[in-house]
């Protein structure tokens, strides 16, 4: 059973950085053949996409508001995703979850991923 645990987010201030992790285990096959996505929900708001990679590492997608602030990578060997933010906004405020798709190419709907964290706060403060 995969099992995909999310740490690392926390309260911060407006223009401040937080790296969120989201280590893989219990998976069928290697985690490269994962691809892995960033998903966040905001209290009253649906899930929304923030970010994906395909299972190598080589291609990345974000959501507009994020680009050049947010960076998602990945380490196969560690079976470990990662969600650099930088410049954060007090409108990034929700729940960030990680999502695993096996042999997907790393997409931006979240019913195209079989596999969920619980989820990690995060908080901007203004």
């Known amino acids: 059973q995969v099992q995909l645990v999310e740490s690392g987010g926390g309260l911060v201030q407006a223009g401040g950085s937080l790296r969120l992790s989201c280590a893989a285990s219990?998976?069928?096959?290697?985690?490269?053949?994962?691809?892995m996505g960033w998903f966040r929900q905001a209290p009253g708001k649906e899930r929304e996409f923030v970010s994906a990679?395909?299972?190598?590492?080589?291609?990345?997608y974000y959501k507009d508001s994020v680009k050049g602030r947010f960076t998602i990578s990945r380490d196969n060997a560690k079976k470990t995703l990662y969600l650099q933010m930088n410049s954060l906004k007090p409108e990034d405020t929700a729940v960030y979850f990680c999502?695993?798709?096996?042999w997907g190419p790393g997409s931006t709907g979240p019913d195209k991923y079989e596999n969920w964290g619980q989820g990690t706060q995060v908080t901007v403060s203004s």
């Open positions: 999502a695993a798709d096996l």
């Open positions: 990679v395909d299972g190598r590492g080589s291609r990345t």
């Open positions: 219990g998976l069928t096959f290697a985690f490269s053949n994962y691809a």
